[in-house]
């Protein structure tokens, strides 16, 4: 019986855990400000639970054009890790702030703590979606500019 018991809470483990690791997926109901903090959080986290998982999370909210500007997903996560972008792997806080929203496209200013505990700030410009298909008025992110550096915390 005990066995029993502790093999059922293995397996609740490994389904709580593989629950979590599901790639969220653009729809309808997530509002620009949240499709960025799925980004982010993505990438604060990049290797939990596999490595690359918060790369592959923006990705899917990518917007398609931006994704053929910037794809292929191994070409994206090149980028990502390269100098202009590596300081939102794996960073300590975000702060999002709307500068602009008319309900098609919506402008956000991101500031990041990164993890050698440098300030950046970012534009980062999300679009509905409006051609048919599964993706139809889901925000997508279309631009994200350079970093500008801030300085550091210390």
């Known amino acids: 019986m005990l066995k029993l018991f502790k093999f059922s809470i293995v397996i ?7 629950a979590k690791s599901e790639t969220i997926k653009p729809s309808v109901g997530i509002k620009p400000d949240k499709v960025i903090k799925i980004q982010l959080q993505g990438l604060m986290k990049n290797d939990n639970p596999y490595i ?4 592959e999370q923006t990705w899917e909210f990518a917007h398609p054009a931006n994704q053929k500007f910037t794809g292929p ?3 994206f996560k090149q980028m ?6 590596s300081m939102l792997i794996n960073h300590v806080s975000h702060e999002i ?3 602009y929203n008319d ?9 990041i703590l990164d993890s050698g505990k440098k300030y950046f700030k970012f534009r980062w410009q999300v679009e509905k979606f409006l051609d048919k ?6 925000w997508l992110t279309t631009v994200v500019s350079q970093p500008i550096p801030l300085g550091s915390s210390t």
Do not use: Q
């Open 97 to 99: 702030v709307e500068i």
């Open 73 to 75: 997903l191994t070409r």
């Open 52 to 55: 690359d998982k918060g790369i």
């Open 103 to 111: 309900n098609k496209k919506a402008v956000y200013e991101v500031t």
């Open 80 to 85: 990502i890790k390269g100098e202009s972008y």
């Open 12 to 18: 609740f483990l490994l389904n709580l855990s593989f």
């Open 133 to 138: 298909g599964p993706l139809e008025n889901c």
